[in-house]
């Protein structure tokens, strides 16, 4: 398997601008997950989604950001209008029904000017 | 947000050394597991832990589930250069939502 796939490994944007990260989870994961990762907050957990559906949202920051799983191949998180403060690294992750392990993939670097 | 204690938060080694780190948490976890990180890389899986007093190694790399169920630790033995990035411990109370430590970065000493 070639593991989770995110695209497009770098953004750079600027203030305002709409950004849609994508994730392609592991085949037959149940399981995705959305982190943000900063150096002053550490892995933040933004949203997951069981089969396709979104369970918990609680961690997104605000209403600027949203997120989809419209099959269980794909999810987008969206960040409308960007600000700099949303530079970070975005991970996702996918993890089977249960076990707790999840795989992470490469992560995508925002950088919004 | 995180609820584990991740220490130290980093430090540095020399080629041999043995190196330990540990996590508390102030809640009981079913599962513990630890990743490791690369620059410019998402976090891998080392090890992954599911019963309490559980130890269990992987190559160099040893890592057990404290009785308590509410901590853990990683042992890394004869270190080699490979072995700088940053460890994350994690920690989980259901099968699918994990809390993270802030993580150990480990660096080579010059």
């Known amino acids: 398997d070639a593991g989770v796939i995110q695209s497009p490994r770098h953004e750079v944007t600027e203030m305002g601008q709409e950004v849609t990260l994508r994730c392609k989870p592991i085949?037959?994961?149940?399981?995705l997950f959305w982190y943000r990762q900063t150096m002053m907050r550490g892995l933040e957990l933004l949203i997951y989604?069981?089969?396709?559906?979104?369970?918990?949202d609680s961690g997104m920051p605000e209403d600027r950001f949203s997120a989809k799983m419209p099959n269980a191949s794909f999810s987008t998180l969206k960040i409308q209008p960007s600000e700099p403060r949303d530079s970070a690294v975005y991970f996702c992750?996918?993890?089977?029904?249960?076990?707790?392990?999840?795989?992470f993939g490469a992560g995508t670097r925002l950088s919004v000017l | 947000g995180q609820q584990l204690n991740q220490s130290p938060q980093s430090m540095f080694i020399q080629e041999g050394e043995d190196v330990s780190m540990n996590c508390t948490s102030s809640?009981?976890?079913?599962?513990w597991l630890w990743y490791k990180q690369d620059p410019g890389e998402g976090p891998v899986l080392l090890i992954a832990?599911?019963?309490?007093?559980e130890l269990t190694s992987n190559g160099r790399l040893t890592a057990q589930f404290g009785i308590t169920r509410k901590d853990s630790f990683l042992n890394i033995s004869a270190s080699i250069p490979s072995d700088v990035g940053i460890y994350f411990c994690?920690?989980?109370?259901?099968?699918?939502?994990?809390?993270f430590g802030a993580g150990t970065t480990v660096t080579v000493r010059a």
């Open positions: 989604f069981n089969n396709n559906v979104p369970i918990d």
């Open positions: 992750a996918s993890s089977l029904k249960s076990g707790g392990i999840q795989y």
């Open positions: 085949s037959g994961h149940d399981y």
């Open positions: 809640s009981i976890f079913n599962t």
């Open positions: 832990l599911y019963k309490a007093g």
């Open positions: 994690a920690g989980s109370s259901n099968d699918y939502k994990l809390s």
